[in-house]
T-cell receptor
């Protein structure tokens, strides 16, 4: 069956470090993959979309990679700040499914 | 421009009742999707509407239904409420569909007593 797995439920890092979140999917081949950020009590906010023919995409301190051979996407936040603390969701989407999310905490 | 608006923000119902939730998408967006979010199951897709037609459907029972109006506003209805229907219901809109960035509202928190 099709599965989406995000590497860990929670990730704690120190301010200024790079956070790396992983999204793995199995048994399907999405044409694109999206990353969202969700704060408590709020709806998800779109961050980045990467297509299957793109290896990497950047936006300010954010970088996403998409490896269709490994069936994996990596999401990096460089120079992390406490304000980056949130839950990050991946959606390797052909059918509007989301991963369970990784709760990132950046400590000052 | 204004974001996605969902009403009401909070709702308390009892088992067996029915409920209707409303979503106003971003102006110009024709696709509206609905999701259920619970701590145990995460974000699960309910259905997507495009130009007043249901285009995609998730794996939920028939008690969950929706519709979209000509102005792209959408409603979802849940009949014969069960305790397990307690969740955050999120609506998302985009111009053409889920292959584009989805703009989410802040949801309706539904509690079933």
């Amino acid at each position: 069956s099709q599965k989406i797995e995000q590497n860990s439920e929670a990730l704690n890092i120190q301010e200024g470090k790079t956070a790396t979140l992983t999204c793995n999917y199995t048994n399907y081949s999405p044409a694109y993959l999206q990353w969202y950020r969700q704060d408590p009590g709020r709806g998800p906010v779109f961050l980045l979309l990467i297509r299957e023919n793109e290896k990497e995409k950047r936006k300010e301190r954010l970088k996403v990679t998409f490896d269709t051979t490994l069936k994996q996407s990596l999401f990096h936040i460089t120079a992390s700040q406490p304000a980056d603390s949130a839950t990050y969701l991946c959606a390797p989407s052909n059918d509007m499914r989301f991963g369970a999310g990784t709760r990132l905490t950046v400590k000052p | 421009k204004a974001g996605v608006t969902q009403t009401p923000r909070y709702l308390i119902k009892t088992r067996g009742q029915q409920v209707t939730l409303s979503c106003s998408p971003i102006s110009g967006h024709r696709s509206v999707s609905w999701y259920q979010q619970t701590p145990g199951q995460g974000l699960q897709f309910l259905f997507e509407y495009f130009s007043e037609t249901q285009r995609n459907k998730g794996n939920f029972p028939g008690r969950f239904s929706g519709r979209q109006f000509s102005n792209s506003r959408s409603e979802m209805n849940v009949s014969t409420l069960e305790l397990g229907d307690s969740a955050l219901y999120l609506c998302a809109s985009s111009f053409d569909g889920p292959n584009q960035p989805q703009h989410f509202g802040d949801g309706t928190r539904l509690s079933i007593l």
